[in-house]
């Protein structure tokens, strides 16, 4: 027997249950819950119907039981409870719906059984695309206690289909948060529908507070990729002094993939001075086959030549650069010879020359400056220092973004 008739049965015990009809062959007196045989007889052979998954042959029974003259309330409330039942599962909603209803309306059913029912009726308006009358049934069942996780997720897709956005992202809203009080992680799904409310709503703020959450909880390149493209599209990024940055992070959540993407970072890593992350970069292109084929194979081997040669002239050339920047007023220069050590994998002496830079001060760019200094405290595998880094980042020009993304990124990596 399949669940879907397994539910119509266990709901009709539920409803019948309560109050148990007597099914009377040929009497001349009846109890006040109890069944003529002109309305017994066909009501028994529509249960049985049911039992057998003959759902419209049990309505056609309903339909005989209900031509009897003269019905109880007690007949009517299991004529109701037998046609709900057998509407349900012949798919007719409407009818269902109805009788639902009135047999909620008949007093007769209290408790847990009556529970059910307002929850069956949130479900069959619902089904049947009558969304308001949904909601009203939802929030029914919910205020008297039900505690069907699934109904609070209909609920948000009530709203959402019936086109009220707002009260939708409110609802699911609600939920994120008590998932994240809990200690538990939203669902895929919840966060996805706030972004689509966010959007339908035309709320910006909203709509990258829910994708932000999905890099959070549900990372995917994808995600990564739209965060970063809205990054390099807000008004004010200052894409001339990040573009590297941003492209660092591209090439932590594997979105720098062609071969373009690979020579662009690559050139702006030697053009910025640091000759051993394009090494890295171009080590990478090659590793993933990007790089050594095609029409470019030859450029690109020359751009690894350059490279080599740079990062030789480099090494050779750092402890004459970091004597004459410790001599220097401001910190700029400490700061520049600081990470060319950590990107040629000189972790320790590179981070204590940034800090050294940060702390002679003067800088023109302060913010980039704790950016990067997280950003090596992260090649260090210093985790703990490296967000305490990126809390100090406040610039408006892009840098504080990237380091709430590389904080998100660093708590939830990529798998």
Request: charged share 25%; net charge neutral.
């Amino acid at each position: 027997m399949s669940k879907f008739r397994l539910a119509h049965l266990g709901l009709l015990a539920a409803l019948l249950g309560q109050a148990a009809p007597v099914f009377l062959g040929a009497s001349t007196a009846y109890a006040a819950d109890t069944l003529r045989p002109e309305v017994g007889t066909p009501l028994k052979a529509a249960q049985d119907d049911i039992k057998k998954g003959k759902f419209k042959e049990a309505l056609a029974k309903v339909h005989e039981a209900e031509a009897a003259s003269g019905r109880t309330a007690y007949e009517n409330y299991v004529i109701d409870s037998m046609r709900a039942s057998a509407a349900q599962g012949a798919g007719d909603n409407e009818t269902a719906a109805k009788s639902f209803e009135a047999v909620l309306a008949s007093g007769k059913v209290t408790g847990a059984a009556q529970t059910r029912i307002v929850q069956t009726l949130a479900d069959t308006y619902y089904r049947a695309g009558q969304y308001p009358k949904a909601i009203v049934w939802i929030t029914r069942y919910l205020s008297e206690g039900g505690d069907d996780p699934a109904m609070h997720a209909l609920l948000v897709s009530a709203y959402y289909a019936s086109g009220d956005f707002a009260r939708a992202a409110k609802e699911v809203s609600a939920q994120v948060q008590a998932d994240e009080k809990a200690g538990r992680v939203p669902t895929e799904q919840q966060l996805q529908l706030l972004q689509s409310c966010a959007l339908k709503l035309g709320d910006k703020a909203g709509y990258l507070a829910a994708v932000e959450k999905l890099a959070a909880y549900h990372p995917k390149k994808e995600i990564w990729t739209e965060i970063l493209n809205k990054l390099e599209n807000k008004p004010g990024f200052n894409d001339s002094r990040l573009g590297l940055d941003v492209k660092r992070m591209r090439l932590k959540v594997n979105a720098i993939s062609t071969a373009s993407d690979f020579m662009d970072m690559a050139e702006l890593a030697l053009q910025a001075g640091y000759p051993g992350e394009a090494k890295k970069i171009i080590d990478a292109a090659y590793k993933s086959g990007a790089f050594g084929t095609g029409a470019e194979a030859g450029r690109q081997k020359r751009l690894q030549d350059l490279a080599l040669k740079k990062l030789d002239e480099d090494i050779k050339a750092l402890p004459q650069a970091e004597a004459e920047a410790s001599k220097a007023k401001d910190g700029n220069a400490l700061l520049s010879v600081g990470y060319e050590y950590v990107s040629n994998g000189q972790f320790d002496k590179g981070i204590a020359l940034i800090e050294q830079g940060i702390a002679k001060g003067e800088l023109k760019h302060p913010d980039d400056a704790k950016l990067h200094l997280g950003l090596a405290y992260l090649q260090a595998d210093k985790k703990a220092k490296a967000l305490a880094a990126f809390k100090t980042v406040q610039g408006t020009d892009g840098t504080a973004e990237l380091a709430h993304y590389w904080t998100i990124l660093t708590n939830h990596p990529l798998n």
